[in-house]
């Protein structure tokens, strides 16, 4: 089992850069491949990027392509989300999830184990 805690959400403005973390306890962070995803108020959970367990594999929606990158630091038991350009509609709860397999899925339902969630809340 791994237990994750996200930080780094907060209140910026339009234009702006955040990086969320995600610190995951136990000895076998490597074995998980590890994901971001979001909801905002009324709305489903939606992916947004995933790493393999290697993180040599990315992938991003398609909404955040180009302004947002998934990154891991095994050895820290760290998975980040950086992100550039922060526009209004990027408001969401985020949270971080990890799957028991080598690439992760971008459906929510696939993931094993959740975070609490970080608020990131972008102002125009």
């Known amino acids: 089992q791994v237990q994750l805690v996200e930080s780094g959400g907060g209140l910026v403005q339009a234009g702006d850069s955040l990086r969320l973390s995600c610190a995951a306890s136990?000895?076998?962070?490597?074995?998980?491949?590890m994901g971001w995803f979001r909801q905002a108020p009324g709305k489903e959970r939606e992916f947004v990027a995933r790493?393999?367990?290697?993180?040599?594999?990315?992938w991003h929606a398609d909404s955040v392509k180009g302004r947002f990158t998934i990154s891991r630091e095994n050895a820290k038991n760290t998975v980040y989300l950086q992100m550039n350009s922060l526009a209004p509609e990027d408001t969401a709860v985020y949270y971080c999830?990890?799957?028991?397999?080598?690439?992760?899925?971008?459906?929510?339902?696939?993931?094993?184990?959740w975070g609490k969630g970080t608020l990131v809340t972008v102002s125009s």
């Open positions: 999830a990890a799957a028991l397999s080598t690439y992760g899925s971008s459906r929510p339902d696939d993931m094993d184990y």
């Open positions: 136990g000895r076998t962070f490597s074995s998980y491949a």
């Open positions: 790493i393999s367990r290697s993180g040599l594999a990315t």
